[in-house]
């Protein structure tokens, strides 16, 4: 099984009931795979944050429940976690949280550790796929046992790795009792000083336990060199050095005391050996231990059996350098929606706030449209805030432009905020239907859940007219002509404004495509216009001209529409 789908089966097993998420690389796939078992009840919620509540109310209702989700999803989880820790839970309540070491497909590297260790919430840590859906069926036994949401991370060389799991069955506990109790769920200050003591307690009592879980391990071997480490790093040291002795952490927050220190007392030279932040290593190091960690060991991207053979074992490695492949940076599908919005933005020389999605890639040549992006939602905010700093007309040539699922997700608060605080800028909706970068789920304005049910789907003009927004409008992202003179009345407004563009993604599964575009050879000027945009079906031939690769063409008709010269036309298959 991959590690989500581990993950997943172990929430299963575990008798979970209530499943909420946000797809987010690389955590996506956890959902995905718990739709399939009927017996859990499993949505795609319009943001981590929901999700998290979501969950928080199932597991006082009395049920076992789990939120899934990216590291940077915690952020926006965050309020409801640091609370939830306080208040505690009823039903067991996990929290599954996908770092991404390496930046695969993130805006940062941050730790979900550092999160937990400031929201006094406990992680357990596996380090391949058997221990993923273990490690899930044991989060719930803490869950219950201290009265704690607990955090199950993971990272992306786990969720999306395959290894041997043996299943089990189903084992479904009883539901819970629910019982009113204020004093316990009802955080205002009074209530919360006393949860605050309480939590400090648990803490202290699941650290001097851990020293017995089974999750924490001494495997002792060669006693002069031993290593702390946990999760996938753990496959490492026992790739390298086979022979040594290891403390693998299941548990890394709080950590184990007396476990540390006794293995650390046995070997002669320790090292810790754990991905990103120094969160083990600085602990240890505050007990007196001695123990090298960063001082030889990188706090940025993937570790590997490599980094352990270089700096420690001092071994200069001879690896072939494999063939070098072209180069293949990122870029929008042939046919991409996006694209043609970007061709005219780029065209008319307006700038864009942009947002967390597949088209952040607006940001490249040859569109060069996105000028800032930091997390979902903040396009907008963002251009509120450069309107408030310079002034009406600084703006006149910048847009917003984010997703429909990311707007969704955090850009209706921004867009209320530009509408109660009077700004006059331009939002773009780029709506293709789905939530594309994380693999094409649904959301609440494509009309189906997660189960495949069909539903009431959130209207995009509508919602944005209950603002109080007068001018929105909704425009074909391939009738370019229309778009540009949408774009250019909007911008010039001295009211806020939305431009909704849509088409559909053009890999969306049911997608037809009744056209192709083919070059006319003898018509073209090789001024290169059809190009700008950057299509990947297009290519420069040797004497100037345009080829279309038949194969990857679905028809925009872009390329068409920039020709003025004849050189392209578009027909029917």
Same mark, same amino acid.
């Given at each position: 099984?991959?590690?989500?789908?581990?993950?997943?089966?172990?929430?299963?097993?575990?008798?979970?009931?209530?499943?909420?998420?946000?797809?987010?690389?690389?955590?996506?796939?956890?959902?995905?795979?718990?739709?399939?078992?009927?017996?859990?009840?499993?949505?795609?919620?319009?943001?981590?944050?929901?999700?998290?509540?979501?969950?928080?109310?199932?597991?006082?209702?009395?049920?076992?429940?789990?939120?899934?989700?990216?590291?940077?999803?915690?952020?926006?989880?965050?309020?409801?976690?640091?609370?939830?820790?306080?208040?505690?839970?009823?039903?067991?309540?996990?929290?599954?949280?996908?770092?991404?070491?390496?930046?695969?497909?993130?805006?940062?590297?941050?730790?979900?550790?550092?999160?937990?260790?400031?929201?006094?919430?406990?992680?357990? !840590?596996?380090?391949?796929?058997?221990? %993923? #859906? &273990?490690?899930?069926? +044991? =989060?719930?036994?803490?869950? *219950?046992?201290? $009265?704690?949401?607990?955090?199950?991370?993971?990272?992306?060389?786990?969720?999306?790795?395959?290894?041997?799991?043996?299943?089990?069955?189903?084992?479904?506990?009883?539901?819970?009792?629910?019982?009113?109790?204020?004093?316990?769920?009802?955080?205002?200050?009074?209530?919360?000083?006393?949860?605050?003591?309480?939590? !400090?307690?648990?803490?202290?009592?699941? %650290? #001097? &336990?851990?020293?017995? +879980? =089974?999750?924490?391990?001494? *495997?002792?071997? $060669?006693?002069?060199?031993?290593?702390?480490?946990?999760?996938?790093?753990?496959?490492?040291?026992?790739?390298?050095?086979?022979?040594?002795?290891?403390?693998?952490?299941?548990?890394?927050?709080?950590?184990?005391?007396?476990?540390?220190?006794?293995?650390?007392?046995?070997?002669?030279?320790?090292?810790?050996?754990? !991905?990103?932040?120094?969160?083990?290593?600085?602990?240890?190091?505050?007990?007196?231990?001695?123990?090298?960690?960063?001082?030889?060991?990188?706090?940025?991207?993937?570790?590997?059996?490599?980094?352990?053979?270089?700096?420690?074992?001092?071994?200069?490695?001879?690896?072939?350098?494999?063939?070098?492949?072209?180069?293949?940076?990122?870029?929008?599908?042939?046919?991409?929606?996006?694209?043609?919005?970007?061709?005219?933005?780029?065209?008319?020389?307006?700038?864009?706030?942009?947002?967390?999605?597949?088209?952040?890639?607006?940001?490249?040549?040859?569109?060069?449209?996105?000028?800032?992006?930091?997390?979902?939602?903040?396009?907008?905010?963002?251009?509120?805030?450069?309107?408030?700093?310079?002034?009406?007309?600084?703006?006149?040539?910048?847009?917003?432009?984010?997703?429909?699922?990311?707007?969704?997700?955090?850009?209706?608060?921004?867009?209320?905020?530009?509408?109660?605080?009077?700004?006059?800028?331009?939002?773009?909706?780029?709506?293709?239907?789905?939530?594309?970068?994380?693999?094409?789920?649904?959301?609440?304005?494509?009309?189906?859940?997660?189960?495949?049910?069909?539903?009431?789907?959130?209207?995009?003009?509508?919602?944005?007219?209950?603002?109080?927004?007068?001018?929105?409008?909704?425009?074909?992202?391939?009738?370019?002509?229309?778009?540009?003179?949408?774009?250019?009345?909007?911008?010039?407004?001295?009211?806020?404004?939305?431009?909704?563009?849509?088409?559909?993604?053009?890999?969306?599964?049911?997608?037809?495509?009744?056209?192709?575009?083919?070059?006319?050879?003898?018509?073209?000027?090789?001024?290169?216009?059809?190009?700008?945009?950057?299509?990947?079906?297009?290519?420069?031939?040797?004497?100037?001209?345009?080829?279309?690769?038949?194969?990857?063409?679905?028809?925009?008709?872009?390329?068409?529409?920039?020709?003025?010269?004849?050189?392209?036309?578009?027909?029917?298959?």
């Amino acid at each position: 099984m991959l590690g989500n789908e581990a993950i997943a089966r172990g929430a299963y097993e575990a008798g979970v009931k209530v499943s909420a998420a946000y797809p987010g690389t690389p955590s996506t796939e956890i959902s995905e795979n718990i739709v399939k078992y009927e017996e859990i009840y499993a949505e795609w919620s319009p943001n981590e944050k929901v999700a998290t509540e979501v969950a928080i109310g199932a597991s006082i209702s009395g049920v076992r429940a789990m939120a899934s989700m990216k590291h940077v999803g915690v952020n926006v989880a965050s309020d409801p976690l640091y609370t939830v820790s306080y208040s505690g839970v009823n039903g067991g309540l996990v929290l599954v949280v996908a770092d991404d070491p390496g930046l695969y497909s993130s805006q940062n590297e941050q730790d979900t550790r550092c999160v937990a260790r400031a929201a006094l919430v406990p992680v357990l !840590e596996p380090s391949d796929s058997q221990e %993923a #859906k &273990d490690f899930v069926k +044991f =989060a719930y036994e803490l869950s *219950e046992k201290y $009265d704690t949401p607990v955090i199950v991370r993971t990272t992306t060389r786990l969720a999306h790795s395959q290894g041997a799991v043996t299943l089990e069955e189903r084992v479904e506990p009883e539901d819970k009792p629910y019982e009113r109790n204020p004093a316990k769920y009802v955080m205002m200050p009074g209530n919360a000083i006393g949860r605050h003591v309480y939590v !400090e307690q648990r803490m202290k009592a699941m %650290a #001097k &336990d851990g020293s017995s +879980f =089974a999750i924490n391990r001494a *495997e002792y071997n $060669d006693l002069s060199i031993g290593f702390i480490t946990s999760g996938i790093p753990y496959q490492y040291v026992k790739e390298a050095c086979p022979d040594a002795s290891v403390l693998k952490l299941g548990m890394v927050h709080p950590l184990p005391r007396k476990l540390i220190e006794e293995f650390a007392a046995k070997v002669d030279k320790l090292y810790i050996f754990e !991905e990103l932040e120094p969160v083990i290593e600085e602990q240890v190091k505050s007990w007196g231990i001695e123990a090298v960690g960063k001082e030889i060991f990188t706090v940025q991207g993937e570790y590997s059996a490599n980094l352990i053979r270089e700096r420690i074992q001092k071994q200069t490695l001879d690896l072939k350098a494999p063939a070098k492949a072209p180069a293949r940076p990122p870029i929008l599908c042939p046919g991409c929606p996006h694209r043609s919005v970007y061709s005219v933005l780029s065209r008319l020389g307006i700038h864009a706030a942009g947002d967390i999605g597949c088209y952040t890639l607006g940001a490249v040549p040859p569109l060069n449209v996105i000028d800032t992006t930091i997390c979902m939602g903040a396009s907008i905010s963002t251009l509120h805030g450069m309107e408030k700093a310079k002034g009406k007309e600084y703006i006149k040539n910048w847009v917003a432009v984010i997703g429909d699922s990311t707007f969704l997700h955090t850009g209706i608060n921004s867009l209320m905020n530009m509408v109660y605080n009077q700004a006059t800028g331009t939002v773009v909706i780029l709506d293709n239907s789905t939530t594309g970068m994380t693999g094409h789920q649904d959301h609440a304005a494509t009309g189906k859940t997660l189960k495949g049910e069909v539903v009431p789907a959130i209207n995009l003009m509508q919602l944005c007219r209950s603002l109080g927004i007068a001018h929105v409008m909704e425009v074909d992202a391939f009738d370019t002509a229309e778009l540009e003179r949408v774009i250019k009345e909007e911008v010039a407004r001295d009211e806020v404004s939305v431009i909704i563009t849509k088409s559909p993604c053009v890999l969306l599964k049911g997608n037809v495509f009744p056209y192709k575009c083919k070059p006319v050879a003898d018509a073209c000027k090789k001024c290169g216009m059809c190009l700008k945009p950057g299509c990947p079906a297009l290519t420069k031939q040797a004497d100037g001209t345009v080829a279309i690769e038949d194969t990857m063409c679905n028809g925009c008709g872009l390329c068409e529409q920039l020709c003025k010269f004849g050189a392209i036309e578009r027909i029917e298959k």
